[in-house]
Nanobody, 122 residues
Framework: QVQLVESGGGLVQVGGSLRLSCAAS????????MGWFRQAPGKEREFLMN????????YLADSVKGRFTISRDIAKNTVYLQMNSLKPEDTAVYYC???????????????WGQGTQVTVSS
């Protein structure tokens, strides 16, 4: 059973930075593609980016390209989301998720954390 726990959210001013962490159960990062998502009030969940099992590739959503980066620390079983130049529209609950399969051409994420709130004030 994969367990994921996000942390690092909070209140930040426009233009500021935050780093979110996703602590995973042991060996998860070697066996799963890890992704970050967010969901703003009244909106659908939005995929942001993921990092492969080898850690060598990432996929970035256009809305965060150039501002957000994903990284990981295998020794700590942790994935990070570094968020810079934050905007009010980045306000959302941020989730990490783990996937080890593709269904119908779409990557399916089976395991999710509880989410962490990020609020960007103007």
């Amino acid at each position: 059973q994969v367990q994921l726990v996000e942390s690092g959210g909070g209140l930040v001013q426009v233009g500021g930075s935050l780093r979110l962490s996703c602590a995973a159960s042991e060996r998860t990062l070697n066996n799963y593609v890890m992704g970050w998502f967010r969901q703003a009030p009244g909106k659908e969940r939005e995929f942001l980016m993921n990092i492969s099992r080898s850690g060598g590739s990432t996929y970035l959503a256009d809305s965060v390209k150039g501002r957000f980066t994903i990284s990981r620390d295998i020794a700590k079983n942790t994935v990070y989301l570094q968020m810079n130049s934050l905007k009010p529209e980045d306000t959302a609950v941020y989730y990490c998720a783990a996937s080890n399969k593709i269904v119908g051409g779409t990557r399916k994420y089976d395991y999710w954390g509880q989410g962490t709130q990020v609020t960007v004030s103007s």
